[in-house]
């Protein structure tokens, strides 16, 4: 284990980064399991949930870029913010062409924030607890590409979106486990 600096810049954005990321891993684990219930169309609570998810991580980005000003620059996450955005609106407008239209668009966005989450963990290293997140930014990299071509499958379903959440929550837990340490200047 390598040693953290007790800088207060580092140890307050990972005490928010810390209940940041325990909240995101309730709210990914909560949404998956109520989108299983749903992800065999594109009901109501499907479409609910698909344009909720992005739109939960603008206001997780917008949180961490808030916190994260004191230890660099949060400009990939204002990027972020953007990205989401657009996501929430192209998957609710993607929810009228089909389901296939949806994984396409969840797709992209799952590239492009895997990216950023993985670049913005590289760059956090020093803070510690930023290993679940490198992965999970890969992970997601690769993931989003499987749905942009399961979108051309027979019978395309929203399962995988669903699941694709629950292993991002999970390194979200590891990494505010991880945290720990940092948030209290050890």
Known sequence: MSSIAA?????????????LYFVRFAFAIVWALVMFTTAANLGPLAITLLVLYPL????????????????????????????????????????????????????AWAIVAGAVQLIVAVTRRKMGGQWPMIISGAISVLAGASFILGAAAPN??????AGYAI???????????RLGRAAKGN
């Open 7 to 19: 800088s207060p810049g580092i140890s307050g954005t990972a005490l928010t980064l810390r209940r």
């Open 56 to 107: 939960f991580d603008v206001a997780a980005a917008v949180i961490d870029a808030r916190a994260s000003r004191t230890t660099g620059s949060p400009a990939l996450l204002h990027v972020n913010v953007a990205v989401s955005l657009i996501t929430a609106i192209g998957v609710a407008v993607a929810c009228t062409s089909g389901i296939p239209a949806v994984l396409r668009v969840w797709g």
């Open 156 to 161: 395309p379903t929203l399962m995988n979106a």
């Open 167 to 177: 292993p991002g929550g999970i390194f979200f837990l590891i990494s505010a486990i």
